[in-house]
């Protein structure tokens, strides 16, 4: 964890999560107790924002400070309101790109992601608030500094972004393997919202029933799958090149 991207002690934390900072993960010490650990845990849950309970040894791993048991990681970048975001990019232009990513794990695959967002004109990128890659140093030197351009938001579900983004007028498309079409054979100059996997099980399946269309990407080697930020960016220059012949 890089230095310049955490706070510790109890009461700074605390203040950082109600300032509204973009707090990705909290960390706490095992058996943590006293009133303003209760009340950092009561922020936690009010805010959505997941905590991990490790041994102190862990703690000072983060940090040799005077940690107090609480350890955070804040987003070098701040994300934007969904809503208001979605609604922003609708007056904007007919024809907006909206990335779902549906618990991508890996700081790297994330960052490389967001630079080939950036490449091919989306958006705003999405995120789960649970079981997502932190945006940390990493992703963002990964991205090549896309990661401070291309609008990120966050939700505690994406199924209802999904419901939001259909009841706005936007297809969902899914790029699964199981899919029986191709790519290449969708519409693809409408309003898209391009919903993609983790790394290891892919678009959860209830996630998946909600999408509009789902499409895959033809394999012919005995590896039947692509690295998620590869099989995105073949995605997302497929959107690009339908939009621009």
Same mark, same amino acid.
């Given at each position: 964890?890089?230095?310049?991207?955490?706070?510790?002690?109890?009461?700074? !934390?605390?203040?950082?999560?109600?300032?509204?900072?973009?707090?990705?993960?909290?960390?706490?010490?095992?058996?943590?107790?006293?009133?303003?650990?209760?009340?950092?845990?009561?922020?936690?849950?009010?805010?959505?924002?997941?905590?991990?309970?490790?041994?102190?040894? $862990?703690?000072?791993?983060?940090?040799?400070?005077?940690?107090?048991? !609480?350890?955070?990681?804040?987003?070098?970048?701040?994300?934007?309101?969904?809503?208001?975001? !979605?609604?922003?990019?609708?007056?904007?232009?007919?024809?907006?790109?909206?990335?779902?990513?549906? $618990?991508?794990?890996?700081?790297?695959?994330?960052?490389?992601?967001?630079?080939?967002?950036?490449?091919?004109?989306?958006?705003?990128?999405?995120?789960?608030?649970?079981?997502?890659?932190?945006?940390?140093?990493?992703?963002?030197?990964?991205?090549?500094?896309?990661?401070?351009?291309?609008?990120?938001?966050?939700?505690?579900?994406?199924?209802?972004?999904?419901?939001?983004?259909?009841?706005?007028?936007?297809?969902?498309?899914?790029?699964?393997?199981?899919?029986?079409?191709?790519?290449?054979?969708?519409?693809?100059?409408?309003?898209?919202?391009?919903?993609?996997?983790?790394?290891?099980?892919?678009?959860?399946?209830?996630?998946?029933?909600?999408?509009?269309?789902?499409?895959?990407?033809?394999?012919?080697?005995?590896?039947?799958?692509?690295?998620?930020?590869?099989?995105?960016?073949?995605?997302?220059?497929?959107?690009?090149?339908?939009?621009?012949?």
């Amino acid at each position: 964890m890089d230095k310049e991207n955490i706070v510790y002690g109890l009461r700074a !934390v605390l203040e950082a999560i109600e300032a509204g900072k973009s707090v990705e993960r909290v960390f706490i010490q095992q058996g943590l107790k006293g009133g303003l650990s209760k009340e950092l845990e009561t922020s936690l849950r009010k805010h959505n924002i997941r905590a991990s309970y490790v041994p102190q040894e $862990r703690l000072y791993k983060l940090t040799k400070e005077n940690h107090q048991g !609480v350890v955070a990681q804040i987003s070098p970048v701040a994300f934007q309101d969904f809503e208001q975001l !979605v609604n922003k990019i609708l007056e904007k232009t007919d024809k907006p790109l909206f990335l779902l990513l549906d $618990r991508v794990s890996d700081v790297r695959n994330l960052g490389a992601i967001i630079r080939t967002a950036s490449c091919t004109g989306v958006d705003a990128i999405i995120l789960p608030s649970q079981e997502t890659a932190p945006i940390s140093a990493d992703t963002v030197k990964t991205s090549a500094g896309a990661a401070y351009s291309v609008p990120l938001c966050k939700v505690t579900h994406l199924k209802d972004a999904i419901y939001y983004l259909q009841a706005s007028g936007v297809h969902v498309v899914a790029a699964t393997e199981k899919a029986s079409d191709p790519i290449y054979e969708l519409d693809l100059k409408r309003p898209v919202a391009l919903v993609m996997g983790s790394e290891g099980k892919g678009i959860h399946p209830g996630t998946l029933k909600l999408c509009d269309e789902q499409a895959k990407l033809p394999v012919m080697g005995p590896i039947q799958s692509l690295n998620v930020s590869v099989a995105c960016g073949v995605f997302l220059y497929e959107i690009l090149r339908q939009r621009s012949y």
